[in-house]
């Protein structure tokens, strides 16, 4: 069974900051690429950003690049997204997703999501 369990979603301010957890376990613990998806209402599922699970380079969007940094911590199986200056257009549910690769943006190439955390970014 593959299990992947989003947390660190809220509400806050524009400008504000939070900080997004995926820990993975059963197979999705063992899956080769992480990444971040959003979606919010009426628009298309968006990648945000993807880190291999065992070393390499991670890849970020061009619209969070600078704002958002995808890490992981192997020894807990899990990924972080650390949201910094914050937008009222980055409010979308959030999930998490791992696949076997190749490490990228499509979700084509993952097999595992998680049910998803809700950012929401208003003043």
Partial sequence: QALLMESGGGSVQ??????????ASGRAS????????????????????????????????????????????????TVYLEMNRLKPEDSATYYCAAGDGPCGL????YKDWGQGTQVTVTS
């Fill in 14 to 23: 524009p400008g504000g900051s939070l900080r997004l957890s995926c820990v």
């Fill in 30 to 77: 063992r899956r080769a690429c992480v990444a971040w998806f959003r979606q919010s209402p009426g628009k298309e599922r968006e990648g945000v950003a993807e880190i291999p699970t065992e070393g390499g380079t991670s890849y970020h969007h061009h619209s969070v690049k600078g704002r958002f940094t995808i890490s992981r911590d192997s020894a807990k199986n």
């Fill in 106 to 109: 499509s979700a084509v190439f």
